[in-house]
């Protein structure tokens, strides 16, 4: 259910003889030094974060470029190259094995907000549809209920259209995306589009311009329009989470700035750099961000994460456990929009919504030291 940015790669044992032929096509101590000058230059030359992220990318360099030499294998120099990239905490930073397998440079240890168990019985009785593994839609009392867990394969621009028309004549709709880790940002800004009834900015991005850290270019806005011949302005609840990552923040970033629309949830990952990828040779590749995104206040989405309007804590361990507490709030924040009865205080009145202790350290522990209050 869950679609993760990245997973780690699997271990193969293999007999004696295949070990031997492995080992007879390993390159050789100056292919691994080749190897890692390439990700060093690449990352120096592209890579728009150093400065924000306060790493001395030059002294990643002496410390790791003599361990590169030493490698004994593709393996080895993998890891070896893992511990030069991991102090970016980037989870768009990672490597691809000759197999496919993802081999990631950074893992976060944030909790998400939801649990598949609970998920799945709060919805049983609502006429959930599975449109495929990460999508589906359901009627969550009397309000619209789309789960969207990934912004790729069967989940397109049409098939979201498609949904949307089908709960068109609701009074509200609920757009789950807490699971959601990622993936193509056009579809979800293209979706994004559908809920706004005028054009603008849904964020900013900042490339390198040049060859120091902080030669960046300018803010270049990512503007949305209103797409379709009709778009749905009725109250909309968007619930986020810790495992919202990329183009999930793209979306969740746009839709928050909007009247109609109130976040409910948890801050997102904060992982969001449109990676490249580039050979590296021996049937391995790695990825490296192109750009620093920005909500449509400027606010930078990388290890900060983009807030909600009204922050829930998670402890199911309080709650039925038929019942998943971010779809009821979603449920009674759509019953106040409408008229019907008053629950939580929003972003929009005079008193804002409490944030827990917990919430504001695990924000804190996404930012760099120089943010921390």
Excluded at 283 to 297: A, F, H, L, R
Aim: charged share 20%.
């Amino acid at each position: 259910m869950l679609t993760a940015l990245c997973a780690a790669a699997i271990g193969l044992s293999c007999s004696p003889a295949t070990r031997n032929r492995e080992r007879d096509r390993q390159p050789s101590a100056g292919t691994y030094l080749a190897q890692f000058d390439d990700i060093w230059s690449r990352f120096d030359a592209v890579y728009p974060s150093f400065e924000v992220k306060g790493v001395d990318w030059k002294a990643q360099r002496v410390l790791y470029r003599p361990q590169a030499q030493r490698a004994r294998s593709q393996s080895e120099f993998v890891a070896i190259a893992t511990k030069m990239l991991e102090p970016l905490r980037d989870l768009h930073v990672w490597f691809i094995d000759p197999r496919g397998q993802v081999v990631p440079t950074y893992q976060p240890s944030d909790v998400a907000n939801f649990d598949e168990t609970r998920w799945k019985r709060a919805l049983r009785d609502v006429g959930y549809i599975e449109r495929s593994n990460d999508f589906g839609e359901a009627n969550v009392g009397g309000y619209g209920y789309l789960f969207i867990g990934s912004w790729r394969g069967n989940n397109d621009v049409a098939a979201l259209d498609q949904a949307l028309t089908r709960a068109r004549e609701l009074p509200g709709l609920i757009v789950d995306v807490r699971t959601n880790g990622g993936g193509d940002d056009a579809t979800a800004l293209a979706f994004a589009s559908r809920f706004t009834a005028v054009r603008f900015a849904a964020s900013y991005v900042q490339t390198r311009n040049g060859p120091a850290h902080e030669h960046l270019e300018p803010l270049t806005a990512r503007t949305i329009a209103p797409r379709g011949s009709w778009q749905f302005l009725k109250p909309v609840v968007v619930i986020t989470g810790r495992a919202g990552y990329s183009a999930t923040e793209s979306f969740v970033a746009a839709l928050r700035t909007l009247p109609n629309v109130t976040v409910i949830g948890d801050t997102t990952g904060g992982a969001s750099g449109n990676p490249a990828t580039f050979a590296l040779g021996g049937g391995w590749s790695y990825t490296v961000p192109q750009w620093i995104e920005y909500g449509p206040d400027r606010s930078p989405i990388e290890w900060h994460g983009v807030a909600p309007h009204v922050v829930l804590p998670w402890m199911p361990s309080a709650y039925d456990r038929d019942r998943d507490p971010l779809i009821d709030a979603a449920v009674g924040v759509l019953a106040e929009r409408n008229g019907v009865f008053r629950v939580a205080p929003t972003e929009k009145d005079t008193a804002p919504p409490v944030v827990s202790n917990e919430a504001r350290r695990s924000t804190r522990d996404r930012q760099p030291p120089s943010a921390w209050p």
